[in-house]
């Protein structure tokens, strides 16, 4: 398989979605008022833990930035910041991986106050393709830009 199928592959991996949330104006919005949120980090896939990549390290990170840049983050906090990494690869050759962070909140029904859910609000993505060796680094400063994207986002909807 060449670099172009694990590339189409990556991006096909990705489930589409109509209207889904993302950092557009309205999404920011729902960021507003935010007390605290939790970093929750999706099941890795076990051939990502070969590189380095392991869902104690990512949180450890993710956590240290948002305190970091003085977002309020609790392990009690009914919001959460949630990161799923996908990854499509060949025998040979470079990784096509999938980063993706979102916030997740309680929501309620307008028609019917007695449902409650929780959906996604907001969200950011970037799909990178890096050579096994640089994979951990690619990634994590992937996951880095995708953070402070988040920050930058929650404080554009909570300005001082």
């Known amino acids: 398989m060449n670099w172009k199928t694990v590339l189409l592959l990556a991006i096909l991996t990705r489930p589409l979605k109509m209207d889904a949330a993302n ?3 309205l999404d920011r919005a729902t960021l507003r008022g ?5 970093v929750v980090i999706d099941t890795l896939d076990k051939e990502l833990a070969h590189e380095g990549l ?3 390290a ?3 990170r993710m956590e240290q ?9 609790g392990k009690d906090a009914n919001v959460f910041l949630g990161l799923r990494i996908t990854q499509a690869r060949a025998k040979r050759g470079p990784v096509a991986v ?4 979102g916030l997740y909140q309680p929501v309620v029904l ?6 409650k ?3 996604q609000t907001w969200e950011v993505v970037t799909t990178l393709m890096a050579e096994p060796k640089a994979l951990n680094e690619a990634s994590m400063s992937s996951v880095d830009e995708l953070t402070d994207r988040f920050v930058a986002a929650y404080q554009a909807a909570n300005p001082k």
Do not use: E, F, Y
């Open 98 to 101: 999938c980063i993706s962070i």
């Open 65 to 73: 930035r948002l305190r970091h840049a003085g977002m309020p983050v």
């Open 34 to 38: 935010l007390p605290a949120v939790t």
């Open 58 to 60: 990512l949180q450890s």
């Open 23 to 25: 950092d557009a104006p």
């Open 110 to 115: 307008s028609r019917d106050k007695n449902i």
């Open 54 to 56: 392991t869902q104690d």
């Open 117 to 119: 859910s929780v959906t």
